[in-house]
Nanobody, 125 residues
Framework: QVQLVASGGGAVNLGGSLRLSCAPP??????MAWFRQSPGKEREGVAC???????TFYAESVKGRFTISRDDADITYLQMDDVKDEGAGVYYC?????????????????????WGQGTQVTVSS
């Protein structure tokens, strides 16, 4: 059952920027994680925010270029800057009703209970 909706995907030039959004699910949730699935590859963790600890975590491949944030409307964003070829793929946001360690979640795609449809990002040179 789709409970999260990721949006904001589209075409981006190599080195360009794009911002993805994830609308909050109904009910309590304790953080948000972004995952990416590129063609022919396994889904991989990209970024995660732990609301309780106020901490953010990133995959090494996106550190310094991607930023996860959350606004007062509880929408979570993934700001993608200096996008590289490997940035192409379908991006998904996932969360859970119970606290989850970001470091574990990022290494365990599909392990969280609340997920939804992704948004496609294509990178052109």
């Amino acid at each position: 059952q789709v409970q999260l909706v990721a949006s904001g995907g589209g075409a981006v030039n190599l080195g360009g920027s794009l911002r993805l959004s994830c609308a909050p699910p109904e009910g309590h949730h304790t953080g948000m994680a972004w995952f990416r699935q590129s063609p022919g590859k396994e889904r991989e963790g990209v970024a995660c925010m732990d609301y309780g600890a106020g901490e953010t975590f990133y995959a090494e491949s996106v550190k310094g270029r991607f930023t996860i944030s959350r606004d007062d409307a509880d929408i979570t964003y993934l700001q993608m800057d200096d996008v590289k070829d490997e940035g192409a793929g379908v991006y998904y946001c996932e969360t859970d009703r119970v606290p989850f360690p970001c470091q574990i979640a990022l290494n365990s795609p599909r392990s969280l209970d609340v997920w939804g449809q992704g948004t496609q990002v294509t990178v052109s040179s």
